[in-house]
């Protein structure tokens, strides 16, 4: 957590200073100040879906579909689940910080992640209604088989 906000610190330092140069300082933070406005309930509502999860989410559970003991189940159902949450990065990596990352496999983390960054189910219904069910299915079904190939993959590299 320390190494993002070193990380993002001197991003915002240096496009700070970018932003002084260009004498659009005041721009920048309005622009910050209404993103935060935005963002703030989603985040304050994040943090408590992912508070009474933690919570009523039995960690034995967790294990045996997702963690070590689950083998292969947790390369199939890893990508099911980072499939179905729905919402940007402000919700999915907390979830996944406060439920996951001491329950699975570094396989089933690359997999959930991959399949969180590329199916998104809240996009299906905008996809049939702008591209067609045949160019959907055709999507979906290549993106159902990458997530678990990249999770075996980081599984027999790093696992």
Same mark, same amino acid.
């Given at each position: 957590? &320390?190494?993002?906000? &070193?990380?993002?610190?001197?991003?915002?330092?240096?496009? /700070?200073?970018?932003?002084? $140069?260009?004498?659009?300082?005041?721009?920048?933070?309005?622009?910050?100040?209404?993103?935060?406005?935005?963002?703030?309930?989603?985040?304050?509502?994040?943090?408590?879906?992912?508070? /009474?999860? %933690?919570? +009523?989410?039995?960690?034995?559970?967790?294990?045996?579909?997702? #963690?070590?003991?689950? #083998?292969?189940?947790?390369?199939?159902?890893?990508?099911?689940?980072?499939?179905?949450?729905?919402? %940007?990065?402000? @919700?999915?990596?907390?979830?996944?910080?406060?439920? /996951? $990352?001491?329950?699975? *496999?570094? %396989? *089933? =983390? @690359?997999?959930?992640? !991959? =399949?969180? #960054?590329?199916?998104?189910?809240?996009?299906?219904? /905008?996809?049939? !209604?702008?591209?067609?069910?045949?160019?959907? =299915?055709?999507?979906?079904?290549?993106? &159902?088989?990458?997530? !678990? +190939?990249?999770?075996?993959?980081?599984?027999?590299?790093? %696992?």
């Amino acid at each position: 957590m &320390i190494d993002a906000l &070193i990380a993002l610190s001197l991003m915002a330092i240096v496009l /700070f200073y970018v932003a002084y $140069r260009q004498g659009r300082i005041i721009e920048g933070l309005k622009e910050a100040k209404n993103m935060f406005i935005n963002v703030l309930p989603i985040l304050i509502i994040a943090f408590i879906i992912v508070g /009474f999860l %933690g919570l +009523l989410l039995p960690e034995e559970a967790l294990q045996s579909w997702l #963690g070590e003991g689950a #083998g292969w189940k947790g390369l199939v159902i890893g990508p099911a689940v980072g499939a179905l949450v729905v919402g %940007g990065p402000f @919700v999915f990596f907390p979830l996944f910080d406060a439920l /996951f $990352r001491g329950s699975v *496999t570094i %396989g *089933t =983390a @690359v997999a959930m992640i !991959t =399949a969180w #960054g590329m199916i998104n189910v809240g996009h299906i219904p /905008f996809e049939l !209604t702008f591209l067609g069910p045949r160019f959907v =299915a055709l999507k979906i079904s290549l993106y &159902i088989a990458v997530p !678990t +190939l990249a999770g075996l993959l980081a599984y027999i590299l790093f %696992g």
